[in-house]
C-alpha cells in the first residue's frame, strides 16, 4: 500500500473481489464509462424508471439471510429500512475534488474565532536547544557502537543517518537565535500562498494556520486547485478538557441512554451545536449518524496516575466524554454517500487519490470542540434533472449475487493465516441516494450519480478476534444508472 499526498492522511483495509462461488453477470463487473453515464442520464426516461414510479414500487423494508456451505460467510438485512428522496425526480451532476474559497475560510474564522486569532512569528528553537539536540544524538551513536547486538553493516548505516541529523543541525544553529523568538500575533483569516517540494514537483497551496494565544484551539485549513498538489481540508480542534484530534478519524462507538448522561450534554442538545454551526457557515450539510468517544489527557493531567499501567503518553477517560456527528452534503433534497474507507490502491506514489467525503464533529459538554473535513466534493453543474434508474427489486438482486463474492473475497486475502477466518455483513439501511464516480485518468473530475447503498457493519473474525469497519461503511454500492457496482476503493 503506497502513501497518497494528502493534507490528512490514513488507511483501511477493503474488499477485495474473488469469483470463487457463482459467477456474476459479465455487465456488473466491467469497467464503467463515465461517456456512457451521461449518455444514458440525458436520455428520456424509460416507462417506469423515474424516481417517481420506483417511489411508488418500492417497499419499505428490505430481508435477506445467506450462510455459504461452510458456514464462514454471512450476509444478513433483518427488516431493514430502504431510503428514497422525497422528489419525483433524481439528477445527476459533475463534481470535482473541490477547493476551499476564501468566502469558507472567512466563515470557519469567524465562527470559531469571532474575538480574532493569532499566528506565530520567529522561533523558540535556540542555539541552546540544538546544543542539547546535538549531545542526545551523539549519545545515541556511542549507544549503537558499544551495542553487541547490533551487526557491524547496521552499526554502520544507523550512525551514518545520525551523523546526517548532526550536521543538519550544526547548519541550523548558524542561524539560530540565542534566545526565543516566537510570538505571537494577530492574523485576520486571509490564505496564505505555501509553495512545498514533492516527490512530483513544486506544489502550490493556500493556507490558514491560526490559533488562540494559549494554542489550546487551533484552526488549519489547506486549500488546493493543482492536479498534483495536495488535497483540500479543514480542521479544527479546542483543548478544554479533553483531546479528540484522534478521533476524528478512529472508530466511534454506539452508546446506551445510560452512557449518554456521562457525557454531561443530552444528544438533542449537542445536534443543536452542529445546526447552528451549519446554518451559520452555509454549508448543505446534515447529520447522518452519530456516535460517541472518550476524549484522551496526558498521563499526568489526571487526577490520580497511579491507577494507569500503561506505557502509552495519552489516556483515553474511563467513559464516553462526546458524541461524534457524522455529515453529508445533502444536494437539492439528495443525500450524497458517505464511507470511512480510507484505503488507497496501490499506484504510483505521486498519483493523487481522490477518497470520498468526510465531515465529522465532535461535541461534548463545552460545545464543538473538533472539526475535520475531508477531500470537500464541489458541485460544478447539472448533467440531467431526471435520470432514469433500475429498481430497488434490480439493485437487491445485484447485491444478493455480489455481496457474497466480495465477501469470500476479502476473506481469502488472508487465506495464509493460521487460524479460521469467517465474516459477517449486516445491513442496517439501503439509500437510493448520489455516489461520486470518477472520471478515466482524473482524480480530481467525476459525476455524482445515483446509486443504490448498501450501508451496514461488515465483521472478520479472525479466530475468535474480532475487525470492525469503521462507520459509516458501504459493503456494496450500485450504480442505479446502469446497474454496475461501484468500486468504493477506485471510485468508479
Not at 451532476?93 to 476551499?100: A, I
Not at 485576520?188 to 516527490?199: A, G, H
Not at 483515553?316 to 458524541?323: E, F, I, K, L, V
Request: hydrophobic share 30%; net charge negative; aromatic share 10%.
Amino acid at each position: 500500500m503506497k502513501r497518497k499526498i494528502v493534507c490528512l492522511m490514513a488507511a483501511i483495509m477493503c474488499f477485495s473481489m474473488t469469483a470463487c462461488e457463482k459467477t456474476p453477470d459479465k455487465s456488473l463487473v466491467t469497467q464503467k464509462n463515465i461517456d456512457r453515464l451521461e449518455k444514458a442520464a440525458k436520455e428520456t426516461p424509460k416507462d417506469g424508471s423515474t424516481l417517481k414510479d420506483i417511489i411508488e414500487t418500492t417497499t419499505d423494508t428490505y430481508d435477506f439471510n445467506y450462510e455459504s456451505d461452510d458456514g464462514k460467510v454471512k450476509i444478513v438485512a433483518d427488516n431493514v429500512p430502504v431510503t428514497l428522496p422525497t422528489k419525483d425526480t433524481i439528477p445527476m451532476y459533475r463534481v470535482k475534488s473541490g477547493e476551499l474559497s476564501q468566502e469558507i475560510a472567512d466563515k470557519l474564522y469567524d465562527y470559531f474565532f469571532p474575538d480574532g486569532a493569532y499566528t506565530t512569528t520567529g522561533s523558540d528553537l535556540t542555539k541552546q536547544i540544538i546544543d542539547n539536540l546535538i549531545l542526545e544524538e551523539k549519545k545515541y551513536i556511542a549507544n549503537v557502537k558499544d551495542d553487541p547486538d547490533t551487526s557491524e553493516s547496521d552499526k554502520e548505516s544507523i550512525i551514518q543517518t545520525h551523523e546526517g541529523v548532526i550536521k543538519e543541525y550544526e547548519e541550523e544553529r548558524k542561524t539560530a537565535p540565542d534566545e526565543s523568538t516566537l510570538k505571537y500575533v494577530p492574523k485576520d483569516s486571509s490564505y496564505v500562498d505555501v509553495e512545498q517540494e514533492t516527490v512530483s514537483g513544486t506544489t502550490k497551496t493556500k493556507e490558514l494556520n491560526v490559533s488562540s494565544k494559549d494554542q489550546k484551539e487551533k484552526l488549519n485549513i489547506c486549500s488546493s486547485s493543482d492536479e498534483d498538489s495536495f488535497s483540500s481540508s479543514a480542521g479544527y480542534e479546542n483543548v478544554k478538557d479533553y483531546h479528540y484530534d484522534g478521533i476524528l478519524t478512529t472508530q466511534v462507538a454506539s452508546c446506551t441512554d445510560d452512557e449518554k448522561k456521562k457525557i454531561g450534554i443530552s444528544e438533542e442538545d449537542a445536534k443543536k451545536y452542529v445546526d447552528d454551526f451549519v446554518q451559520k457557515i452555509g454549508m448543505d450539510w446534515e447529520i447522518y449518524d452519530v456516535g460517541c468517544a472518550a476524549g484522551n489527557k496526558y498521563k499526568e493531567d489526571f487526577d490520580d496516575t497511579d491507577k494507569y499501567n500503561q506505557d502509552a503518553e495519552m489516556i483515553s477517560a474511563d467513559n464516553y466524554t462526546a458524541y461524534v456527528f457524522n455529515l453529508v452534503q445533502n444536494i437539492n433534497g439528495i443525500q450524497s454517500a458517505t464511507t470511512s474507507s480510507d484505503y488507497v490502491p496501490d499506484k504510483d506514489d505521486t498519483t493523487l487519490t481522490w477518497l470520498y467525503e468526510k465531515i465529522r464533529i465532535i461535541v461534548d459538554k463545552n460545545g464543538i470542540v473538533a472539526f475535520s473535513w475531508e477531500f470537500p466534493q464541489m458541485v460544478e453543474e447539472e448533467v440531467s434533472d431526471n435520470v432514469g434508474i433500475i429498481s430497488f427489486d434490480q439493485a437487491k438482486d445485484i447485491f444478493e449475487q455480489m455481496m457474497p463474492l466480495t465477501t469470500r473475497g476479502d476473506l481469502e486475502e488472508h487465506e495464509d493465516r493460521d487460524v479460521e477466518i469467517k465474516a459477517t455483513a449486516t445491513v442496517y439501511e439501503v439509500r437510493l441516494g448520489l455516489m461520486r464516480v470518477r472520471s478515466s485518468g482524473s482524480d480530481r473530475n467525476g459525476l455524482l450519480t445515483p446509486a443504490w447503498l448498501f450501508y451496514g457493519d461488515y465483521n472478520i473474525d479472525f479466530g475468535g478476534e474480532n475487525y470492525s469497519e469503521q462507520q459509516p461503511w458501504i459493503l456494496l454500492a450500485v450504480n442505479a444508472v446502469d446497474g454496475s457496482v461501484i468500486d468504493v476503493t477506485a471510485g468508479y
